[in-house]
């Protein structure tokens, strides 16, 4: 089995920084990608960034320049800093382990429980 836990989030002014991280763990062989979402109540799933094991890294336009998404892939673990936050910010961040192989060999992609992030202003 494989477990997605995130961490880190929290209230924070506008201007201000929070740092999320996610571990991913149980019987993994591999982890193709690993992800931020978000979403509030009423709106559709966002891609907040993503990351591939070789690094490759993607971000949504509204966050470029703002968050920075890094990976330990020996920890199999996922940061999101997020400096400049914004009232439009505030969400349910979610983290994915996308296309994970494990050790007995079947594929599938896991969701941590989400992290709550608010943005006072």
């Known amino acids: 089995q494989v477990q997605v836990v995130e961490s880190g989030g929290g209230l924070v002014q506008v201007g201000g920084s929070l740092r999320l991280s996610c571990t991913a763990s149980g019987s993994i062989f591999s982890i193709n990608a690993m992800a931020w979402y978000r979403r509030a109540p009423g709106k559709e799933r966002e891609l907040v960034a993503s990351i591939t094991s070789g690094g490759r890294v993607n971000y949504a336009d509204s966050v470029k320049g703002r968050f920075t998404i890094s990976r330990d892939n020996a920890k199999n673990t996922v940061h999101l800093q997020m400096n400049s936050l914004e009232p439009e910010d505030t969400d349910v961040y979610y983290c994915?382990?996308?296309?994970?192989?494990?050790?007995?060999?079947?594929?599938?992609?896991?969701w941590g429980q989400g992290t709550q992030v608010t943005v006072s202003s």
């Open positions: 994915q382990a996308e296309r994970v192989r494990t050790d007995w060999g079947s594929d599938g992609d896991y």
